[in-house]
Structures are given as structure tokens and as C-alpha cells.
């Protein structure tokens, strides 16, 4: 097999057209892609996706990737989410250099386009109400009415539309619709609007316009004046690809590639290239139910770390390497897939693992009293960071005669295979000694409140001088010098594989998890207490934690990101 056979293989279908394009010389070897999201929102995992493919095929092969914002309505869009946007791509580790642009940059150009369009009769404004028009167009069984006013002149059309964009008329009354196919099976081809009436202020063009374009009559315009070559979307706008491929024609006919022609010079005319979306189990991705669940109440914000947005992931904790390296792993598709977001979290996992340094947290404390330990004596042990990186050195953790454990590290009567703390039973602390539990000591309810232990001095560090091994290892912090901190036990907002599968009647939030949102006061080392918002670490034996942006001095508060385990796939298995 040779090596050009070997590439194509592991090539996929996006980048194998995009690399027999450079072959073959179509663009001049040029590769120019765009990602063009509306601000009227924030990204999600759904979006980096989109965004990755854009940015990855322009750097592999040598080309650019343009960020343009698609403000062609006005009255959804805001600044705010513009910068979320940027923010967020370049967080993912993108960047588009000097080549950003906004889709109303070109608003002058696309209106001498539609004059081009209606002076060759293939435009026409239509005067019928947006119901009228609506019901006209038919259905998937049955063709569309043609609109009375089809066949105005290309004269009339053309003074009405100038009308329009100057104000003269009101809001819905009147649009610019392309003269395509009232009987096209493509319900998208049966003569689309082109332009709406809106008296609305444009964050950019202020009130300099009062028509806007429709998104379909935009979006190939945009590419091809930005000299785009493969203009790359996902599958919902396959259908729209003879639209965006008939306006380009429309507006090249009697026009040349010299410029000789009755209308001047061709416009380039991009290739629009569709790949599959994809969902994730416990997740939803709708702009319009992640809305829903801000709006309704049942998240604190569009930052929430249980939302699949790329704000909410962040503050979570999740990083760019982990969420890349997810994306690539679900590759490019043709088709929909449902990803289990158990990869998600095992690629979080696998990255944190190699770059979290390792702290000591009690979530459930259980104090103990080291019973044979001075009172007034103090050590410091020495721990490791993180055994995946040796270049992160050690720490030193302070010990002291009293301790907390996790409650949960000990039982009165365990069952066999309870390798933890027991009466009588010897186990060892991280970094420090072995102890044995020798009393219990418990309120008037009888619940277990202190431990008295004793330890053995001679185990320091964690080993045994006479070779002797204890099965258990638990981490714990001294008493003295613990700092209780704020933290948020994240898991997944939904209990149900699709959110959205409920029976008749049902609504998506009967399936929230009431326990994705538990708040405990840990305690852990004292280190821990001063470090900034964005600092990931994992608190041993527990899980991985990051501080969050509400943490002030002295005071942290962290945010589960992911446990050690799928607790989840226990829990799906025990079902």
C-alpha cells in the first residue's frame, strides 16, 4: 500500500475533498474556510465542533479560517455576544488572525447584488402578508401558489425596493423574494425572501438600513466576497446548498470570468460542504431548551457548569486539550450519532490525570485523635504533586495529633472485602503513618463523631520498617490546619440518556437530576486556600476540583469537574 494510498485513508471526508482540491489545483492551492455564528448566544460543545473542523482543515492545509458574525437580525443580536464568541474560540485555543468580519460589512454589496436580480427578473417584490405567503408556498405533498405579484416589472419591483430600503414602508409589508420554482420538491427553492422590511437599530450600521437580508441570501454572498473555498456547515443545510448554489449562478449569469460580460466579472462561487451534528447522552445542545433551562430557573446562568456550553464547561473545569481531544476522537461524519458522554469525561479524566497536581480534601470529615501522638507537637510530611509528572515535585502537608478522614473511610462492622478503617484494624495514611482504631465515640444518638486511634512512629512516610503491609490507604488533613471550603458536587443535569424522551404530556425537565447540584463544606489543606479561580486540581481518592470565580481570600470554593470513577456506569449496571 503506498503512502498517498495510507493518507487518504485516515483522511476524512471533508479533508479528503479539501486535499484533492489542493491536488488537483482548484482554488490555486488556496484553502479559505469561515465559522459564522449569530451573536444572539453563547457556544456549546456542538459549536466547537463546527469550529474545529473550520480552524483544523485551514491550518492543516496551509489556509486561513475567518470568524464572521452572521448580524444580518438586528434585533437578536448583541455585543455581548460577540465577545462570549471570541472569548470562547480562542479559549479552544483558535484564532483567526486579522480576518474578522461581520456579515453587515457587505450589506451595500448584497443590495446591488438583489438590484443585479430583479433588473434580470429573477427578483421580484412581493407585496402579499407573511401568512399569505406562508400558506402559499405549499407543502412537501403539494406544490406552491405563484404570487400575484410574480410577474410585476422588473421597473416597479426595482423602484419599490429602493422604497423599502428607504424607510417608506412599514414592517412586514412588503418583501424581495428570488423567482426560482413554486413546484420544486426543495421547499427551499419555491421563491425564498431575500429581504424583509425591519425598522430596527443595528449594533453595527446603526439605522442606516431598514431591509436585511435573509440568512439564505446572505450566507454565500458572504463567503464568496470573502474569497472562501470550502464553505463547510452542518447537515441541516444540505437542503439549502441548491439555494446557496442558485444565487451565486444567478447573480454570474451574463457576467465572465474577464469581466467582459453584459454584468462584469464572475463572483467566486465557494463549495458549501455538509457534516453530521452530534448529540450526547445526558445533554441537550437546543438553543432554544438551554434557553429554556436559564430562562425557567433550573441553572444559575448560561455559565452553569452543568450546561454543554463552552462558558458553563469552563467555569466546570473541563480544558481545551480534553475537549479537542473528545472531538477528534468523534471524528467527522456523514450521519447523526448519539456520543456517550462517558468519552467526554474519560478524555477529561486521561488529561487532568497527566496535569492536576494532587491535594488533600475531606468532603464528609470524621475527626480523629491520634491518641499516643503529643498534643502540642506539629510535622510537616513530604507528598507528592502529581505521580504522572515528576518535573511537579513535592509539597510539604502539615500533621498534627488530630485528623479528619472521610466518614465513609470507616465502618463498625464492614463487610469482608472493607479494606479501610476499622476497630482494631491497621491502615495506613497518605504520606504519613500507619494508625489503628482502638475506640469509638459516638453522640447520645448513636452516631459515630470521633475516632481515637494510635500510630505506629516508626511508619513515617507510609512504609513499615519489619516489612509488614496494610491493604488500605486513606487521605486525610490535619485538624489544626484545615481550611473548610465551599464545594459544589457537579453531575450531570439529566438522569435519562435523552432528555428529551418523555411520554405524551411530559416535559425535558421531568427528567433533571434533582442531585446534580449538592454543596458540602470540605476541608483541605491549607496550601489550597489562597489559590486563584481556574486552578484545577484533584483532591485524592475523590475527585478533580477546580477553584471557582465566586472563591474570595481565605474563603475558596471549588467545583467538581469529573470524578475518578464513572459512577454512573455502577449505577446503570446495579439498574
Known amino acids: ?22 491536488k488537483s489545483g482548484k482554488w490555486g492551492g488556496e484553502v479559505v474556510t469561515r465559522f459564522p455564528p449569530e451573536p444572539n448566544g453563547y457556544l456549546h460543545i456542538g459549536h466547537a465542533k463546527a469550529f474545529g473542523i473550520d480552524f483544523g482543515v485551514a491550518a492543516e492545509f496551509g489556509g486561513r479560517c475567518h470568524l464572521r458574525f452572521d448580524d444580518t437580525n438586528p434585533t437578536k443580536e448583541e455585543r455581548e455576544y460577540v465577545d462570549a464568541i471570541q472569548e470562547d474560540i ?22 446591488e447584488y438583489a438590484k443585479e436580480l430583479i433588473r434580470k427578473g429573477l427578483a ?16 412537501l405533498k403539494q406544490p406552491g401558489v405563484e404570487s400575484p405579484y410574480r410577474d410585476r416589472p422588473a421597473e416597479e419591483s426595482l423602484d419599490l425596493f429602493q422604497r423599502m430600503k428607504g424607510g417608506e414602508f412599514p414592517d412586514g409589508s412588503r418583501v424581495l423574494r428570488a423567482r426560482i420554482d413554486m413546484t420544486s420538491p426543495n421547499m427551499n427553492l419555491r421563491d425564498p425572501v431575500m429581504y424583509r422590511i425591519l425598522h430596527a437599530t443595528h449594533p453595527h450600521t446603526g439605522d442606516a438600513w431598514c431591509i436585511y437580508p435573509m440568512y439564505d441570501w446572505a450566507h454565500g454572498l458572504e463567503d464568496s466576497i470573502e474569497g472562501v473555498t470550502h464553505s463547510l456547515c452542518s447537515l441541516e443545510f444540505e437542503n439549502h446548498r441548491p439555494l446557496y448554489d442558485w444565487f451565486i449562478d444567478a447573480i454570474n449569469q451574463g457576467r ?14 465557494p463549495q458549501q460542504i455538509e457534516f453530521a451534528r452530534f448529540n450526547l447522552t445526558y445533554t441537550v445542545m437546543s438553543k432554544r431548551v438551554l434557553r429554556e433551562l436559564v430562562e425557567g430557573g433550573h441553572v444559575s446562568g448560561w455559565d452553569d457548569p452543568r450546561l454543554p456550553t463552552l462558558r458553563g464547561m469552563r467555569r466546570r473545569g473541563y480544558t481545551p486539550q480534553a475537549l479537542r481531544e473528545f472531538l477528534s476522537r468523534v471524528g467527522v461524519a456523514r450521519f447523526v450519532s448519539t456520543v456517550d458522554l462517558g468519552l467526554l469525561e474519560f478524555c477529561l479524566r486521561d488529561h ?26 506539629e510535622e510537616t510530611l513530604e507528598a507528592i504533586n502529581n505521580p504522572e509528572d515528576e518535573s511537579a515535585g513535592t509539597r510539604q502537608v502539615p500533621f498534627s495529633r488530630e485528623l479528619y478522614i472521610e466518614r465513609e473511610d470507616f465502618m463498625e462492622d464492614p463487610p469482608k472485602k472493607f479494606f479501610r478503617l476499622t476497630v482494631g484494624k491497621e491502615v495506613r495514611l497518605r504520606y504519613a503513618y500507619f494508625i489503628t482504631c482502638t475506640d469509638v465515640v459516638k453522640d447520645d444518638d448513636g452516631n459515630v463523631v470521633e475516632l481515637h486511634c494510635t500510630y505506629d512512629p516508626a511508619t513515617r512516610g507510609g512504609d513499615a520498617p519489619d516489612g509488614r503491609k496494610v491493604k488500605g490507604t486513606l487521605h486525610w488533613v490535619s485538624a489544626k490546619h484545615a481550611v473548610p471550603c465551599e464545594t459544589r458536587l457537579y453531575d450531570r443535569l439529566f438522569t435519562a440518556e435523552d432528555p428529551m424522551d418523555v411520554p405524551e404530556g411530559g416535559s425535558f425537565t421531568d427528567n433533571l437530576n434533582s442531585e446534580s447540584d449538592k454543596t458540602v463544606t470540605a476541608m483541605v489543606e491549607p ?33 467538581r469537574i469529573v470524578t475518578l470513577r464513572d459512577s454512573w456506569a455502577k449505577i446503570k449496571k446495579k439498574g
Open 124 to 139: 421580484y417584490v412581493d407585496d402579499q402578508t407573511p401568512e399569505q405567503i406562508r400558506r402559499g408556498r405549499g407543502t
Open 1 to 22: 500500500m503506498t503512502n498517498d494510498t495510507n493518507e487518504k485513508e485516515s483522511l476524512d471526508f471533508i479533508r479528503h475533498i479539501v486535499a484533492e482540491d489542493c
Open 256 to 269: 465572465t470570468d474577464d469581466g467582459s460580460g453584459e454584468w462584469g466579472k464572475t463572483i467566486r462561487h
Open 352 to 377: 487532568l490525570n497527566k496535569v492536576a497536581p494532587r491535594v488533600m480534601g475531606v468532603l464528609n470529615p470524621l475527626k480523629v485523635v491520634i491518641t499516643n501522638y503529643p498534643e502540642d507537637q
Open 527 to 559: 496550601d489550597v486556600a489562597d489559590k486563584p479561580a481556574g486552578w484545577r486540581c484533584q483532591f485524592e481518592r475523590n475527585g478533580y476540583y477546580i477553584t471557582d470565580p465566586d472563591s474570595q481570600l481565605g474563603k475558596p470554593v471549588f467545583n
Open 90 to 111: 480562542r479559549w479552544m485555543g483558535w484564532d483567526w488572525g486579522e480576518h474578522l468580519y461581520y456579515a453587515s460589512d457587505y450589506f451595500g454589496q448584497m443590495y
